[in-house]
């Protein structure tokens, strides 16, 4: 075998040759794969933003055109809306006014030339103060503000602040024997601004409101006065105009606002309101006379887009619509000619820009692209083993990008998810054994509650014969209480999980009812009233070990709101209906708010006792539900709190049973009334 060194010149050419060949494939792949990729990048990025960018400018005009409409109807709706809201704003203020007590004081004063005193003085200055209230809190809004009495004749006038900002009070002797005001405002009972059309006085245009003033908040009565304030329009458009909207374009940068002007006609043509003041309380037909078809649309309140060519060759474009409410329509109208130039540039520098940004995004994309697909690829291969089960799977990535805080989230959430592994068994133990003390617990403060009123009743009853006999009952019941709770202690797991199994069967729930009674109410019979309404029997299919639980939680509770004041507890049981028993244990304590028993009354472990473990009441209610009832409770602060657990009175089935043979029985009236009076 020869060694490279022995071989001929031609062999290792050859060789040479081979091995720059299989280089050279490996190389053209690479190129390949690129040329692809900038291909598929120029044929479905770059051509298509290109053919675009050419779209846009060739079409221009078109493109101005809608961004423009665009533009100037979105002003007009704006301006529109803003004059509503500004209009719905004064109309709030002149009814904030019209609840002021000044004014009816005044009216009510009756402050005529023969009957001025000091106190209607004060009155007068009262008034005229609430009225002129509004008009520095809105000025230069209001011509002016007329308090009217029933009589139709002036009481006050106040015009707008001069100097100092001290608005102008009209003497009573100079006012006016009448003013014009809408004549439905005597004639209504509904406290509502009543507004005239378009009025012009020497303030220019504006609006008359009349304000009706009642005696009362009730308004079942004729108004006792109006208030007529004469508002200048010229003023809410002149504050519109103070801050023009700006619109962004539809790639969201914000754009120089164009040219606009605003116009605003009645509907006898005549402009209310132009941005070139000078024009104003004109014809519009006169004044502009290239607006005349657009002025001829707008007074009868069409609404839409078109275009006319000004004086100086300007050709703009205008929106209009009608105001509602109001005999107004506004016009918003935007320079066309120039945006136009404007967006010509704006196009040809685009295209330029697009070019570039496409050929250095290639580039840039083809080399982040294929170095980011790789690491990702690891980081996808890593994952899958993770999710496959495999936590002892690391993923390292060597790279300081996105990547990297991907595969360091990716180990640390299978560092924690095997911590949480570990310690779940040792969670689900603890979780139970706090379940099972929480529970026997309460159980146990329970029965020691009970002990202890006993023992505070011996003190005094030991020496009757009959208390030492119910006591002695009382020991061997709580006894067996004790030795069942310490029974379930010493076998938790038995405890857990037939914590609610139930043994029901048919019980006379009246015996169980006193026998909890008498030993957990009657010992505090010196301290409250204690009073009792029971059947004779009142029988239903229930666990009687936990509907007695129920029973003594709901009477110690209720001792406790009680206190040490005495107070009066009661204790009732009977029939709801057919099919539901009730027990009830009402006190006479301080009672619970609505939002008490709405957030914290039934949640476990929420108590306000400095003792309690808050699991009374949540426990009652979870062994009631459990036998198909429901407990209620009503309260009252200050006059005591009701608790009544309803309970089914015959089971499910046999219930069921019963209403399906009721209804197959006849339905006429005779059979009804056999089957009402037959002996039971």
Not at 38 to 56: D, N, W
Not at 99 to 119: K, M, N, V, W
Not at 229 to 254: M, S, T
Request: include cysteine; charged fraction near 20%.
């Amino acid at each position: 075998m020869l060694h490279a060194k022995d071989k001929p010149d031609s062999q290792r050419h050859k060789e040479q040759r081979t091995t720059d060949n299989g280089q050279l494939t490996t190389d053209n792949l690479l190129v390949s794969i690129r040329a692809k990729l900038l291909l598929v990048f120029i044929l479905l990025g770059i051509v298509p933003m290109l053919l675009l960018s050419v779209g846009y400018y060739r079409s221009g005009a078109r493109a101005v055109e809608q961004l423009l409409r665009a533009d100037v109807a979105d002003r007009a709706a704006h301006v529109t809306s803003e004059l509503n809201a500004q209009l719905a704003e004064r109309e709030a203020d002149l009814s904030e006014l019209a609840r002021q007590p000044a004014l009816l004081a005044y009216l009510h004063a009756q402050p005529t030339a023969a009957t001025l005193t000091a106190g209607n003085l004060a009155n007068a200055e009262d008034a005229s103060a609430a009225l002129g209230s509004l008009l520095r809190t809105r000025p230069g809004d209001f011509a002016a503000i007329t308090l009217v009495g029933a009589d139709r004749r002036p009481r006050a006038r106040v015009e707008p602040p001069g100097a100092g900002n001290n608005v102008v009070v009209v003497p009573a002797e100079l006012l006016p024997a009448s003013v014009p005001l809408d004549e439905r405002v005597w004639a209504t009972n509904e406290a509502r601004l009543l507004r005239s059309p378009i009025i012009r006085g020497p303030f220019g245009a504006g609006l008359r409101y009349t304000v009706p003033l009642f005696p009362s908040a009730a308004h079942d009565a004729l108004p006792v006065g109006a208030i007529v304030a004469d508002l200048k329009l010229d003023a809410l458009f002149n504050q519109l105009e103070a801050a023009p909207a700006v619109a962004d374009d539809a790639r969201g940068r914000a754009r120089a606002e164009p040219q606009r002007i605003t116009v605003v006609l009645d509907h006898d043509g005549q402009l209310v309101y132009h941005t070139n003041r000078a024009l104003k309380y004109q014809a519009a037909t006169s004044a502009l006379p290239g607006f005349a078809a657009i002025a001829r649309a707008m007074t009868t309140g069409a609404h839409g887009a078109e275009s006319f060519t000004a004086n100086d060759g300007q050709r703009w474009l205008t929106a209009y619509q009608p105001v509602a409410g109001l005999d107004l329509s506004v016009a918003v109208a935007g320079n066309e000619t120039a945006a136009a130039a404007g967006l010509q540039l704006f196009g040809t520098a685009g295209l330029v820009l697009t070019v570039l940004s496409a050929l250095a995004v290639c580039i840039v994309m083809t080399v982040v692209v294929a170095r980011t697909t790789r690491r990702i690829n690891r980081v996808a291969e890593a994952a899958a083993e993770i999710a496959a089960g495999n936590l002892e799977q690391r993923i390292n990535v060597q790279s300081t990008d996105e990547t990297r805080l991907l595969a360091d989230s990716f180990n640390l959430m299978s560092d924690r998810l095997r911590e949480h592994i570990a310690r779940e068994a040792e969670s689900k133990q603890f979780q139970s054994f706090l379940r099972l003390s929480a529970m026997l617990t309460h159980d146990l403060k329970n029965s020691i509650t009970g002990l202890s009123m006993l023992v505070n009743n011996m003190e005094r009853h030991l020496d009757r014969a009959e208390f030492r006999a119910d006591a002695i009952s009382s020991l061997r019941a709580a006894t067996d209480k004790l030795r069942a709770l310490v029974a379930r202690l010493n076998e938790p797991a038995r405890t857990l999980s037939g914590e609610y199994r139930q043994a029901i069967r048919p019980t006379d729930l009246v015996p169980l009812i006193k026998r909890v009674f008498a030993a957990t109410a009657e010992p505090a019979a010196a301290i409250h009233q204690l009073e009792t309404h029971l059947p004779d029997t009142l029988v239903a299919p229930v666990d009687a070990e936990r509907i007695e639980r129920v029973v003594e939680n709901l009477i110690l509770n209720a001792l406790e709101a009680l206190g040490a004041r005495s107070g009066r507890l009661t204790v009732a049981a009977g029939a709801l209906d057919e099919w539901h028993v009730f027990i009830s244990v009402r006190d006479t304590g301080a009672g619970m708010t609505e939002e008490f028993i709405r957030t914290r009354l039934f949640r476990p472990f929420a108590t306000t006792k400095e003792r309690g473990i808050g699991l009374g009441l949540y426990t009652c209610r979870e062994i009631v539900t459990a036998h198909g009832g429901r407990l209620e409770v009503e309260s009252e602060l200050r006059a005591g709190t009701c608790f009544r657990a309803v309970l089914p009175s015959t089971p499910v089935t046999e219930r069921n049973q019963t209403s399906a043979l009721r209804s197959q029985q006849p339905t006429d009236a005779k059979t009804i009334r056999s089957v009402d009076q037959a002996p039971q």
